[in-house]
């Protein structure tokens, strides 16, 4: 039995900016979970019998032991309907991490997981329920990422937000920042699953002073075609509208075969994914280096040898170089590739140890400018202070998060120890390479 928290429901997409209210459900095992679905791969008939069953959770030990109150009321969520939609949503349109939509005829649901991984695990089993043949025929997967950087032509000194939507639904918002000089986001967002869309908007809002509750907060927007974007790298120019917005995105829209047409890929990878390296090293820039290592590392890591390929990649670097303390801080491949398993490993743990105290600080008015040539208001030893204190705070944080800290890394740099052991100066080389 798998516990959700189910934030809003609705028969429109969610607009409001925090959720209206938050129920507690639990969807059970003739319901809605991982084991039916799995099951229910060769029929919708169960599918179709899911229900979902709201009210106040009894304790339990596990999540399989959860206990529904008799009394609780049911709802039906058809999935084997030809408007079925299922997508990731941001956290910024519910005020909730980790999040999914579910969207039929009759209307949208909104479900909370434990963690990214748990949310695209859950995106991935429905869909396979409801699409059994999706890896044995071709299909197209669409994404996009858009950075909303700054804008300009804005009336007075006010806090201004972004809304992003494509098309017409909205996808996610940007945090509110107050104009000075100038009005700067530098607010990346990617998007997957996607349905076919003709246009990126992005609207543009004033806060709400509470005081002055006349005040009309929509401020106009930019729209972009979604051609401008569908391009090999990513486009970055002022939107003219009102305002003006710089704005750069990307477009990806990929054909995907069936999955049996890899296999000949995956094991060349497996076997000679280093050796690759080798030879693209010399003949792509740092750009290129860089998406290729991303790819191969997510590729590797699902074929279970990412951390092999990561250390003999690192070993064979490490021959070859001149200046040992130029390893992860050139632009090799070796480095790359480092880097990008650091990101695809690292990224729950750092959300774990940092997430609120960096939502604190973008959430805190107060300043910690310690240039004497930017000091705007306030003492300079004040906020030297302030920003001494909240250093300490993060090292606090990091220090205390041992036990959290992503075994397979440890593992990888347990070998690299290993491997430098009887090296002259290895310890010394080991200790660089970890910080």
């Not at 991935?124 to 059994?132: D, H, K, Q």
């Not at 890929?265 to 994914?273: I, P, S, T, V």
């Not at 302030?386 to 990091?398: A, F, G, R, Y």
Request: proline share 3%.
């Amino acid at each position: 039995m798998i516990r959700f928290s189910i934030v809003a429901s609705s028969t429109c997409l969610y607009t409001s900016r925090t959720a209206a209210y938050s129920i507690e459900r639990t969807l059970c095992d003739e319901v809605l979970s991982l084991r039916d679905i799995e099951a229910a791969t060769n029929t919708y008939s169960t599918l179709q019998r899911q229900k979902t069953m709201s009210g106040q959770l009894k304790p339990a030990r596990s999540h399989e032991s959860l206990v529904l109150d008799p009394g609780s009321s049911q709802d039906l969520i058809n999935l084997a309907g030809s408007d079925f939609e299922i997508r990731p949503l941001h956290s910024s349109i519910l005020g909730q991490d980790h999040c999914f939509q579910i969207t039929t005829a009759v209307g949208s649901k909104y479900y909370s997981c434990r963690s990214d991984t748990e949310r695209d695990k859950w995106i991935e089993s429905i869909l396979s329920a409801i699409y059994p043949d999706k890896d044995d025929r071709r299909r197209l997967d669409s994404s996009l990422k858009v950075w909303v950087v700054e804008g300009k032509n804005l009336p007075g000194k006010k806090r201004y937000f972004c809304e992003i939507c494509l098309d017409d639904g909205l996808f996610a918002r940007t945090t509110p920042k107050l104009r000075g000089d100038m009005l700067f986001w530098g607010e990346q967002f990617q998007f997957s699953c996607l349905p076919d869309i003709d246009a990126i908007k992005v609207h543009v809002y004033k806060e709400i002073d509470k005081k002055r509750k006349r005040d009309k907060n929509y401020i106009g927007h930019v729209n972009i075609p979604i051609e401008d974007v569908n391009t090999k790298t990513a486009v970055e120019r002022w939107e003219r509208g009102s305002p003006t917005l710089r704005i750069k995105a990307r477009y990806q829209s990929l054909s995907i075969l069936p999955l049996s047409q890899y296999s000949d890929l995956a094991q060349y990878l497996r076997c000679n994914a280093v050796s690759l390296c080798h030879i693209l090293e010399q003949e792509i820039n740092v750009k290129a280096k860089e998406e290729v290592a991303t790819c191969l590392v997510k590729i590797l890591q699902c074929l279970g040898t990412a951390k092999d390929f990561l250390i003999n990649l690192v070993l064979s670097e490490m021959e070859n170089i001149k200046e040992e303390s130029l390893v992860f801080r050139a632009n090799t491949m070796a480095t790359k590739s480092m880097e990008a398993y650091l990101k695809l490993i690292g990224a729950k743990y750092l959300q774990d140890t940092l997430g609120d105290f960096i939502q604190y600080l973008y959430d805190k008015d107060g300043d910690c400018e310690v240039d004497p040539t930017k000091l705007a208001s306030g003492s300079l030893s004040h906020h030297q202070s302030d920003l001494t204190m909240l250093c300490e705070m993060v090292c606090c944080k990091i220090l205390n998060s041992p036990a959290s800290f992503p075994a397979e890394i440890r593992a990888v740099f347990q070998e690299f120890r290993k491997q430098f052991g009887d090296r002259t100066n290895g310890n010394n080389l080991c200790n660089k390479l970890i910080r």
